[in-house]
């Protein structure tokens, strides 16, 4: 998610959202160190037990889905002044998926919550083995500009829901949907358990100097690197939704126009700005050729002759990304599109060729609307130019061929993988997000975000008498002993430490 997102320990501020307070500190509390305070009410709130109970969550969940109902206007407002995001764009790409993420926690809760039992072996017959899914404690959660919405709350429902404390660190880059969020979300929630932060790249160093339980970071790897050297200090346990350049494969056995259909509207929704949308196109010079004039026809038809009048385009986040997009339209050769307005952070719906591998477009997750196309001689130089770069967050695959689509799945490897569309599959809570190596760690959605801010604690309840039983386990130990213990470990998988 390439200069998208999270906080920064470096002064960067026109790159990076950062760190701070939303709170104006008392006198008596320490100029050095705004948040000490703040952290150890969130932090004796937790020790409290309060946030244990399944009715507690439940109840904050709930309170989460009336901020999304009863301020729905505020936020499309928000999403449109930040990046021109229509009423639908934002509730297809924000409002409802919060919402359904919030409706599936609060109809699972119990069952989430519930012990899972283990199985035993002969040493343990008489003993209840189970995983409790206990809630880490105090969490940080530090989301992006993107989809400022989204990527803020879908954590936030997790952590909820699994018990914990939040401090939440909206991106100050989407500063409309920043100032929703900062003065109005906290209205809802119970305020011994949950704390907003804003501020500057200052803060930033010394929010992350403090331990946590857990850290929930999605930005760029750059920034990732400083969270996660951030959360060695402490031993803090992350998850780092980064971004990447994600690959797209078109064979030559497959419709130009279906591929342009589906590759237009993924790359171009938000502008671009979405971290698994497909960054660059691999295909044949044959490919290409009939690819350019389906790529048109849909840009035509999706955003009309004049896509910047269009209701259904975004902008560029601010004019630090539009000039970093904009320098990037002088690689290779542009074929469509490529033109721009700097005062309305515009940038046209682009397709760039004669790209070189060795080229500004092709060396950074571009996060807008440009698309490099790459020619390969065919499935195997793909799979071998994708392979020599980094992993990426989601990798595309388009043929008619079920083979071609299932070797690409085989011999590569990505944060997700579709064959045949773009990333449709973010819309399913079933499955996980998350990257693998450059692209990140962890992974959420639906049950896996609260599994991820669950420790899962392993647990033996043994009875407190019997003690004959556990004779065998004592030394000295007889030949027959000895035999009997071999028999029982190497039948069942059993380890001491």
Known sequence: MSEKGGGSAVKDPGAEPTLGTSWVPHPSQSRTDPFEDTLRRLREAFHSGCTRPAEFRAEQLQALGRFLQENKQLLHDALAQDLHKSAFDSDISELIICQNEINLALQNLQAWMKDEPGSTNWFTKLDSAFIRKEPFGLVLIIAPW?????????????????????????????????????????????????????????????????????????????????????????????????????????????????????????????????????????????????????????????????????????????????????ALLGCGRVAIGGQSDERDRYIAPTVLVDVQETEPVMQEEIFGPILPIMNVRGLDEAIEFINRREKPLALYAFSNSSQVVNQMLEQTSSGSFVGNDGFIHMTLSSLPFGGVGHSGMGRYHGKFTFDTFSHHRACLLCPAGLEKLNNIRYPPYSDRVQQLVHWVLGSQSCTIL
């Open 146 to 326: 993107n989809y400022p919405v989204n990527l803020t709350l879908v954590p936030l429902v997790g952590a909820l829901a699994a018990g914990n404390c939040v401090v939440l660190k909206p991106s100050e880059i989407s500063r409309g949907t920043e100032k929703v969020l900062a003065e109005v979300l906290p209205k809802y929630l119970d305020q011994r358990c949950f704390a907003m932060v804003l501020g500057g790249p200052e803060e930033t160093g010394q929010l992350l100097e403090h331990k946590f339980d857990y850290i929930f970071f999605t930005g760029s790897p750059r920034v990732g690197k400083i969270v996660m050297t951030a959360a060695t200090k402490h031993l803090t346990p992350v998850t780092l939704e980064l971004g990447g350049k994600n690959p797209c494969y078109v064979d030559d056995d497959c419709d130009p126009q279906i591929v342009a259909n589906r590759v237009a509207w993924f790359r171009y929704f938000n502008a671009g700005q979405t971290c698994v949308a497909p960054d660059y196109l691999l295909c044949s010079p044959e490919m290409q050729e009939r690819l350019l004039p389906a790529l048109q026809s849909t840009i035509t038809r999706f955003y009309g002759d004049d896509p910047q009048s269009s209701p259904n385009l975004g902008r560029i986040i601010n004019q630090k990304h539009f000039q970093r997009l904009r």
